[in-house]
């Protein structure tokens, strides 16, 4: 069993990193506070006799040795970056959970059949950089490297930059570790297992994502001589699409739809607003229905512009299609041999095991949160629920590595 | 008659400042590039021999004596501020209209019975602080200094100390200036004189305006893990009200409705917006009408709040009544001395004059632009539409100095 105390005191000194007033997060992916998070973890792993490696687009791999080290590694890990009011727990848990697992097979002296990988993941959260799982997407390649490291935030600062800025740009190859399976804990950052009352989430999907940029292209000009019918109100519109996007969720079983990030301008208050810049973001556990949601959008924005007499640029720059975990079983059967209460569960939010799933059998471990809050300050999992997640992902990397 | 090719010039090079790629220009409120501006209009009316005064919220007054220097003045200006994406003469028009009427007189040796003076207005456009015609607003009584002065931009920066900034915080107090009459002549800034063909619009009033400063506070949570029916999102109650104001406009005869400045929290794509604050701005030139749709703003944005379990708050921070001006027969006879063809209109903006009404009698002369377009890079006004309005301004401020 892994050591409750400790993996909860290691949870609070890395939130301490960017930590705000209400108790939660503020680190974004590429800042100063996430180079202090990283090189945290890299001090733990070392440590504990690790081996460090960072590859091309900042990822970062902490390898301990197993006895046949000719084996594929048993792997594990998330990500250390937060959203801008984030909380301590989404994607830190993980990596927590990893280095907890890391310190009892090294207090104890475990040696394990195959080598154990503990990883950091760039830019998980997608909030500074698009897309979400940057880092483990362009691992397993499914981004091109070069477009990644050029991608820009709201200000036009490039990942690469930042990288190589805070000392983790990389030498390592992408795709290149020799991995066997990969295992991520996770809080459920949804209310079902606290609803249920179960302590372990056996995550056998991870839900269909699309994501777009959308540009309103209006005419500025003057609130209080422009007749109503004279106008190219671009805000008019984006607040016609964000409307929209509510209803295409809602006429979908397990629809989501939101707009949660958007730019007025001139966004001066007597003048109508030229462009408006928006952020859409649409979900289903099922591919067809996603895809129907997609056309809904499209099909929408494009009648929108007619009747306006605006322009909408739609780019529909991600797709992230389902993924189904094809090691959940060993992540249940640990659970079980623990005797914690479980039940199957789809992950809403995308994880960077969904792309490691590309390369090896991978399972997730869900933890309840209260009142199934995240991307929030007040997002919460107590001691006991972040122990039961560390203990599962024990036991599931010890058994795959012994198989 | 004024110099229509002079006035044309001192556009131009005005225009300068600030000036935008698109032809525009970008010269906020107490930024450096007004002080620029204020200085080059200083150093014109001093080369004219008028003395300058700036009174205690930055308004600037330049005085040729008259004849008789105990008879109250004749009063023109505007302001040389602008929107972000605003033009080179919604505004800017006047005040150098003002300056062609003064080296009309300075170059011909025209004594006049009665001094005149030429004005410049702190913020009239209520862009970067609010409201609009903060300076002449605060002239004439109808707001508190100190609280102007200690309004502040969404940085934060302090209006009183950019304009300590700039060197125009002045000493004058404000109000002080003995005047008889009041004169500004304007751009139209929409279709009508356009539309019918006249050069010169009489204003006989100036429609009613109520601003608003609107907050939604919602619960910001995972875009990908919260069920639509468990949301506060913040984003789609904001659009909901977008849209509300749209339908209020269309609903009332002459009505207008626009939210132009908008501002979403924490701004993160996957996480649902638990806070936008955005610009509300009501316009009816009657004022019945305009307290209904206000009421009716008011009414939705409570029910809305409540059938969505967030937060509404509604900030009325400004209504501007619309105001009748009593000195549009001087205009009128003008217009018809010179022969130029003209209507009635109101005006649908605010302007300095509207509040300078409150304590002279007062006239504005509007002349065509473009298609209607302003507070838009776009804005544009022919030389001799500028030459026409310039002309019956000498003419119209001539006569109420003789009289
Ligand atoms: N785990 C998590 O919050 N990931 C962010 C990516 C997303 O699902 O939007
Ligand atoms: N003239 C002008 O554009 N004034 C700005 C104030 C307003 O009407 O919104």
Request: proline share 4%; net charge negative.
């Amino acid at each position: 069993r892994i050591n409750e105390q400790r993996l909860w005191d290691t949870l609070m000194e890395m939130g301490d990193i960017g930590g705000t007033e209400k108790g939660g997060c503020n680190r974004l992916a590429g800042t100063d506070l996430d180079k202090q998070a990283r090189d945290l973890f890299v001090s733990w792993c070392k440590a504990c006799g690790c081996t460090i490696d960072v590859d091309k687009i900042g990822n970062i791999f902490a390898r301990r040795a197993g006895t046949n080290n000719d084996l594929p590694a048993v792997g594990t890990g998330s990500h250390l970056d937060t959203q801008p009011t984030g909380g301590k727990f989404d994607g830190v848990f993980g990596v927590l959970s990893g280095v907890e697992v890391l310190r009892t097979l090294h207090e104890n002296n475990i040696e394990t059949p195959t080598a154990m990988e503990f990883s950091v993941w760039t830019n998980e959260e997608g909030s500074r950089f698009q897309p979400a799982m940057q880092g483990s997407g362009t691992y397993v390649g499914r981004f091109d490297l070069e477009t990644e490291l050029n991608k820009t935030d709201v200000n036009g600062i490039r990942l690469g930059d930042e990288l190589e800025r805070i000392g983790y740009l990389g030498e390592m190859e992408l795709g290149s570790r020799h991995m066997g399976a990969f295992f991520e804990a996770h809080i459920e950052q949804g209310p079902i297992l606290e609803d249920e009352e179960k302590a372990i989430g056996i995550v056998r999907l991870g839900q269909g994502i699309r994501w777009y940029n959308i540009e309103v292209v209006g005419r500025p000009s003057h609130s209080g001589t422009t007749p109503m019918h004279l106008r190219k109100d671009a805000m008019l519109v984006a607040s016609a699409i964000v409307t929209e996007m509510n209803a295409i969720a809602l006429r979908h079983e397990n629809g989501l739809g939101t707009v949660g990030f958007m730019q007025v301008w001139p966004n001066s208050r007597n003048t109508i607003p030229g462009n408006v810049k928006f952020s859409a973001d649409l979900r289903n556990p099922k591919p067809d229905v996603l895809l129907t949601m997609h056309e809904e959008l499209v099909t929408f924005c494009k009648e929108i512009a007619l009747n306006h007499g605006v322009e909408v640029n739609v780019d529909p720059f991600w797709y992230f299609a389902p993924v189904e975990f094809n090691a959940s079983d060993d992540v249940k059967a640990a659970t079980e041999k623990l005797g914690y209460s479980h039940m199957d569960i789809y992950a809403g939010a995308g994880h960077d095991a969904c792309y490691m799933a590309d390369l090896v059998p991978t399972g997730m471990i869900f933890t309840p949160c209260l009142n199934g809050i995240s991307h929030n300050e007040a997002e919460y999992s107590s001691p006991e629920e972040c122990a039961a997640g560390a203990n599962v992902l024990l036991h599931a990397m010890l058994e795959a590595s012994e198989r």
